[in-house]
């Protein structure tokens, strides 16, 4: 089993800039690749970035290239998501994932005021 749990997140205004944070334990963090989804209000989850075990790989959806960038540190057991510019349609509960284990943290939720 493997326990994940995101914070950071808040309210912010249009323009600013969020790092979220993941902290994974219960198994070895750094033998999996990581990935952070969100749900708006009213939407379906969606995927927004996932990174290799040990980094050297990044995929971003396209709608979130440029301003979104994912990383890891896997001596902090911590994966990261940094947000720049946000707009009021980034407002979601964001969620980091374990792919191979369908494992998924709580959320934390990302308010974007216009």
């Known amino acids: 089993q493997v326990q994940l749990v995101e914070s950071g997140g808040g309210l912010v205004q249009t323009g600013g800039s969020l790092r979220l944070s993941c902290a994974a334990s219960g198994r070895t963090f750094s033998s999996y690749a990581m990935g952070w989804f969100r749900q708006a209000p009213g939407k379906e989850r969606e995927f927004v970035a996932c990174?290799?075990?040990?980094?050297?790989?990044?995929y971003y959806a396209d709608s979130m290239k440029g301003r979104f960038t994912i990383s890891r540190d896997n001596a902090k057991n911590t994966v990261y998501l940094q947000i720049n510019s946000l707009k009021p349609d980034d407002t979601a509960v964001y969620y980091c994932?374990?792919?191979?284990?369908?494992?998924w943290g709580q959320g934390t939720e990302v308010t974007i005021s216009s």
């Open positions: 990174i290799s075990w040990n980094g050297g790989s990044l």
């Open positions: 994932n374990v792919p191979r284990l369908g494992a």
